[in-house]
């Protein structure tokens, strides 16, 4: 008997994974509590379909507490959409930005994002 372990999620993203695997659909409140941890488990088992239901909740969620770690997790999950709408995103709330804790610690081992994010604020 074949087994899968599904590391570093909780056990309701687990649960949710497996049913989607039948169903095709994640119930939107695990999905709005947990979309970086679909848009892991999307990128890690190369699901695009379960990446970019992910990614949409994520951009239809962005705001001024989570647009810096959106932008780092569309990164380094590799998903455009998000990485896009939450550059634009902090381009325009880039003040916000500045006001945050810890924003220089998040991008002090990426240099090549706080470049990027550079060459979008200015």
């Known amino acids: 008997e074949g087994t899968v372990e599904i590391e570093n ?31 892991e488990l999307g990128e ?16 239809a969620n962005l705001d001024k507490e989570n647009m810096l770690s959106f932008f780092l997790a569309g990164n380094l999950y590799h998903g455009q959409m998000l990485t896009a709408a939450a550059k634009t995103f902090l381009k325009q ?20 994002l706080l470049l990027e994010l550079m060459e979008t604020l200015l």
């Open 9 to 39: 999620c909780t056990e309701v993203v687990a649960e949710s994974f497996v049913k989607f695997f039948y169903t095709g659909q994640v119930d939107k409140e695990v999905m709005n509590e947990n979309s970086v941890s679909f848009l």
């Open 44 to 59: 890690k088992y190369d699901m695009a379909e379960l990446k970019s239901m992910a990614e949409q909740v994520m951009i």
């Open 93 to 112: 709330n880039k003040s916000s930005l500045k006001e945050q804790e810890g924003w220089k610690e998040a991008l002090k081992e990426r240099v090549d």
